[in-house]
Protein backbone atom coordinates (compact mmCIF):
# COMPACT_ATOMS: atom_id res chain seq x y z
CA UNK A 1 0.00 0.00 0.00
CA UNK A 2 1.26 3.66 -1.20
CA UNK A 3 1.18 6.44 1.46
CA UNK A 4 -1.26 8.88 0.57
CA UNK A 5 0.74 11.72 -0.31
CA UNK A 6 3.68 9.57 -2.48
CA UNK A 7 1.00 10.40 -6.20
CA UNK A 8 0.75 14.15 -5.64
CA UNK A 9 4.81 14.36 -4.46
CA UNK A 10 5.50 12.34 -7.84
CA UNK A 11 2.86 14.67 -9.73
CA UNK A 12 2.22 17.95 -8.35
CA UNK A 13 -0.06 20.27 -9.94
CA UNK A 14 0.83 23.63 -11.79
CA UNK A 15 -1.14 26.49 -12.88
CA UNK A 16 0.26 28.81 -15.49
CA UNK A 17 -0.03 32.85 -14.79
CA UNK A 18 1.43 34.77 -17.40
CA UNK A 19 4.91 33.62 -17.96
CA UNK A 20 5.34 31.65 -14.43
CA UNK A 21 4.63 28.36 -13.60
CA UNK A 22 3.52 28.14 -9.73
CA UNK A 23 2.63 24.65 -7.90
CA UNK A 24 -0.80 24.39 -6.38
CA UNK A 25 -0.74 22.51 -2.76
CA UNK A 26 -3.46 19.81 -2.16
CA UNK A 27 -6.07 21.31 0.71
CA UNK A 28 -4.94 22.52 3.69
CA UNK A 29 -6.57 24.25 6.76
CA UNK A 30 -5.89 27.76 7.75
CA UNK A 31 -6.76 29.50 11.30
CA UNK A 32 -5.97 32.99 11.83
CA UNK A 33 -6.03 34.57 15.35
CA UNK A 34 -7.26 37.82 15.38
CA UNK A 35 -9.31 37.56 12.08
CA UNK A 36 -10.90 40.50 13.13
CA UNK A 37 -7.81 42.75 13.59
CA UNK A 38 -6.32 45.17 11.57
CA UNK A 39 -3.89 42.55 9.89
CA UNK A 40 -6.33 40.28 9.22
CA UNK A 41 -8.81 43.05 7.69
CA UNK A 42 -5.76 44.91 5.79
CA UNK A 43 -3.55 42.01 4.61
CA UNK A 44 -4.17 38.64 5.01
CA UNK A 45 -7.85 38.18 3.94
CA UNK A 46 -7.44 40.49 1.19
CA UNK A 47 -4.37 38.32 -0.02
CA UNK A 48 -6.08 35.05 0.53
CA UNK A 49 -9.50 36.64 -1.76
CA UNK A 50 -7.02 37.42 -4.64
CA UNK A 51 -5.25 34.15 -4.67
CA UNK A 52 -9.11 32.60 -4.66
CA UNK A 53 -10.43 34.90 -7.53
CA UNK A 54 -7.30 33.84 -9.29
CA UNK A 55 -8.31 30.38 -8.72
CA UNK A 56 -4.40 29.62 -6.72
CA UNK A 57 -6.02 28.01 -3.26
CA UNK A 58 -6.33 24.36 -3.44
CA UNK A 59 -10.24 22.48 -3.45
CA UNK A 60 -11.37 21.86 -0.36
CA UNK A 61 -9.18 24.27 1.77
CA UNK A 62 -10.56 25.48 4.82
CA UNK A 63 -10.12 29.24 6.44
CA UNK A 64 -10.75 29.63 10.17
CA UNK A 65 -10.84 32.96 11.30
CA UNK A 66 -11.19 33.75 15.36
CA UNK A 67 -11.23 36.52 17.34
CA UNK A 68 -11.87 37.75 20.96
CA UNK A 69 -14.87 39.86 19.63
CA UNK A 70 -18.17 37.55 19.70
CA UNK A 71 -19.79 37.95 16.35
CA UNK A 72 -21.86 35.48 14.16
CA UNK A 73 -20.84 34.40 10.47
CA UNK A 74 -22.88 36.96 8.70
CA UNK A 75 -21.54 40.07 11.04
CA UNK A 76 -17.86 38.64 10.45
CA UNK A 77 -18.57 38.69 6.22
CA UNK A 78 -20.11 41.86 6.78
CA UNK A 79 -17.06 43.34 8.42
CA UNK A 80 -14.97 41.25 5.97
CA UNK A 81 -17.04 43.21 3.00
CA UNK A 82 -16.57 46.63 4.33
CA UNK A 83 -12.64 45.85 4.88
CA UNK A 84 -12.13 44.39 0.97
CA UNK A 85 -14.32 47.31 -0.20
CA UNK A 86 -11.75 49.69 1.37
CA UNK A 87 -9.09 47.77 1.19
CA UNK A 88 -6.08 49.94 -0.89
CA UNK A 89 -4.90 47.16 -3.40
CA UNK A 90 -8.40 45.84 -4.49
CA UNK A 91 -9.12 46.60 -8.13
CA UNK A 92 -12.41 47.94 -9.25
CA UNK A 93 -12.86 44.66 -11.27
CA UNK A 94 -12.71 42.62 -7.59
CA UNK A 95 -15.00 45.10 -5.71
CA UNK A 96 -17.72 44.47 -8.38
CA UNK A 97 -17.62 40.57 -8.05
CA UNK A 98 -17.57 40.63 -4.59
CA UNK A 99 -20.14 38.11 -3.59
CA UNK A 100 -21.75 36.16 -0.24
CA UNK A 101 -21.43 32.70 -1.43
CA UNK A 102 -17.04 34.34 -2.44
CA UNK A 103 -16.57 34.62 1.65
Known sequence: ??????????????????????EISKSFGL??????????????????YHLYKDRLLPE????FCTDRLRMNSAAYRDLIKISLKICPFMQPVHRDRLRQKDL
Open 31 to 48: IIFGGAGDLAKRKLIPSL
Open 1 to 22: MKPILEDFMHHPLYQRIGSCEI
Open 60 to 63: NSFI
